[in-house]
């Protein structure tokens, strides 16, 4: 067995091929029409990656299937190797982020960058001028709370709760929305084992 990443520029060609010479290989609905939108089956892979037009994926190809793979019209391997366990996946894709055309091809279709969503809270920095531990207390909601801060202490809250502290030596900042960032995974799937 061999480990690949596919990458399809046009599934639609990839579609019109497999329906003339691989027919089997298409998903069929109950009247034996190729579902809509078209899945290819017949072999172990990850959930397809897709921009409408190009597609990639995971693979877990039998050795007889490796050559009708690599030999397909608008197909390209982008990295394979032998599938042996653990690793396996590591190596692929070494492969590709080793490439610098086929990884912009990757992260062109998969992009996996840090980005930064709301979080529906706003933050607001509380910034004191002493340097020892002290009480303050900060009023939410006109309920009292004491915070034991030094230099700078970070409060979020809901947007419907209000926020004030009255205490000499202590600024409250102008509230800002809270943002996390999130990191996806730099792989778009791997299948058992690898």
């Not at 610098?100 to 706003?122: C, F, M, N, Q, S």
């Amino acid at each position: 067995m061999r480990d690949a990443l596919l990458y399809v520029a046009t599934f639609k060609t990839l579609v019109n091929h497999l329906a003339i010479h691989y027919p089997n290989m298409l998903e069929r609905d109950g009247n034996g029409a190729i579902v809509t939108p078209p899945v290819v089956t017949g072999f172990a892979r990850t959930p397809a990656i897709t921009d409408g037009t190009a597609v990639m994926v995971y693979v877990r190809l039998q050795d007889e299937e490796v050559e009708d793979w690599r030999g397909m019209p608008g197909v390209e391997i982008m990295a394979e190797t032998v599938f042996t366990g653990p690793g396996t996946a590591q190596r692929i894709y070494d492969q590709v982020f080793a490439d610098e055309v086929k990884y912009a091809r990757y992260k062109a279709l998969y992009p996996h960058d840090p980005y930064a969503i709301e979080t529906g809270l706003l933050a607001y920095t509380l910034t004191a001028e002493f340097s020892e531990p002290t009480e303050v207390v900060v009023q939410l909601d006109d309920e009292p709370q004491t915070l034991i801060m030094t230099d700078v202490y970070k409060l979020s809250v809901t947007p419907d709760v209000s926020v004030s502290v009255d205490h000499e030596g202590v600024v409250l900042s102008e509230p800002v929305v809270e943002t996390r960032t999130i990191t996806p995974s730099a792989w778009i799937g791997v299948l058992a084992g690898a």
